[in-house]
């Protein structure tokens, strides 16, 4: 069974990226290739602080407590200062664990392994999070962020944010039912940050390994070009030398992999 919070993406090829030109784009969002994804279930919206804490039993969040405004929910708020890109992938194979599902992530420290045979919860790629970002199949609008060409209407960044972030899915969703992809948290994805390739490809799984994890999506404290649906972002993990290590405005969602057990 999918949770009630997960929704299908239906697979499909999409340009990924923006064309030389693009106001506001930069180096690294090219070239724009011809990329193909299979279908997966994406969360609906980034994890709460509410699910990271009945899960792992403890809360980084700097939003809590006395920093909460009054008449807002802790539990919805997404989770963030998740700095170490493993706690991210400790989160999704506790909750694999969880459901009876098998663990996505194997090994530890510095050696994770990705098993794509596995149906349990997972980081999603980077071409699946730009993929779903973009509205998949479902819409093929070249919006510049994530539903709209209005920031306004979609993401909490600097300005309007009050300097903190705000309950899942209190903006508007994009075509898939989506909330929260552009503003609010930095989400973690699989891929390590490179160059991309010059040629088409099929389900891609990043550049080889490197010390950066990729961030996708912008935050609360971002410009209106960080979150638009093609601006990436990376990060040192920093697994080896500070594995507890935190950092800031950051959070990640889960995705599926579609199987026949689970469709």
Same mark, same amino acid.
């Given at each position: 069974?999918?949770?009630?919070?997960?929704? =299908?993406?239906?697979?499909?090829?999409?340009?990924?990226?923006?064309?030389?030109?693009?106001?506001?784009?930069?180096?690294?969002?090219?070239?724009?290739?011809?990329?193909?994804?299979?279908?997966? *279930?994406?969360?609906?919206?980034?994890?709460?602080? +509410?699910?990271?804490?009945?899960?792992?039993?403890?809360?980084?969040? $700097?939003?809590?407590? %006395?920093?909460?405004?009054? !008449?807002?929910?802790? =539990?919805?708020?997404? %989770?963030?200062?998740?700095?170490?890109?493993?706690?991210?992938?400790?989160?999704?194979?506790?909750?694999?664990?969880?459901?009876?599902?098998?663990?996505?992530?194997?090994? +530890? *420290?510095?050696?994770?392994?990705?098993?794509?045979?596995?149906?349990?919860?997972?980081?999603?790629?980077?071409?699946?999070?730009?993929?779903?970002?973009?509205? +998949?199949? %479902?819409?093929?609008?070249?919006?510049?962020?994530?539903?709209?060409?209005?920031?306004?209407?979609?993401?909490?960044?600097?300005?309007?944010? +009050?300097?903190?972030?705000?309950?899942?899915?209190?903006?508007?969703?994009?075509?898939?039912?989506?909330?929260?992809?552009? !503003?609010?948290?930095?989400?973690?994805?699989?891929?390590?940050?490179?160059? *991309?390739?010059?040629?088409?490809?099929?389900?891609?799984?990043?550049?080889?390994?490197?010390?950066?994890?990729?961030?996708?999506?912008?935050?609360?404290?971002?410009?209106?070009?960080?979150?638009?649906?093609?601006? =990436?972002?990376?990060?040192?993990? $920093?697994?080896?030398? *500070?594995?507890?290590?935190?950092?800031?405005?950051?959070?990640?969602?889960?995705?599926?992999?579609?199987?026949?057990?689970?469709?």
């Amino acid at each position: 069974m999918i949770d009630d919070g997960f929704v =299908r993406v239906e697979g499909g090829t999409f340009l990924m990226g923006s064309p030389e030109g693009t106001p506001n784009s930069l180096n690294d969002e090219r070239p724009v290739r011809a990329v193909t994804v299979s279908s997966f *279930y994406m969360s609906r919206h980034p994890v709460t602080q +509410g699910e990271f804490y009945d899960l792992m039993g403890w809360n980084p969040s $700097r939003f809590q407590g %006395v920093r909460v405004p009054a !008449g807002v929910n802790w =539990r919805n708020l997404p %989770v963030e200062m998740i700095g170490c890109w493993y706690t991210a992938i400790e989160y999704a194979n506790r909750k694999s664990e969880r459901a009876g599902l098998t663990p996505a992530y194997v090994g +530890g *420290y510095g050696a994770i392994v990705w098993n794509r045979n596995a149906n349990g919860y997972r980081l999603p790629t980077e071409a699946e999070w730009e993929f779903a970002a973009r509205g +998949g199949t %479902v819409c093929q609008g070249n919006f510049i962020f994530s539903g709209s060409n209005d920031f306004n209407e979609v993401a909490w960044i600097w300005g309007r944010s +009050g300097n903190r972030t705000h309950e899942v899915g209190s903006l508007k969703p994009n075509a898939l039912g989506l909330y929260d992809m552009s !503003g609010n948290v930095w989400e973690w994805v699989w891929d390590w940050y490179g160059p *991309y390739p010059d040629m088409p490809e099929l389900d891609p799984v990043g550049y080889c390994p490197s010390f950066s994890r990729v961030l996708r999506g912008g935050s609360f404290m971002s410009s209106p070009n960080s979150v638009r649906v093609t601006n =990436r972002y990376w990060c040192e993990t $920093r697994e080896r030398a *500070y594995p507890e290590c935190r950092q800031g405005p950051v959070g990640f969602r889960l995705v599926r992999s579609c199987f026949l057990s689970v469709d």
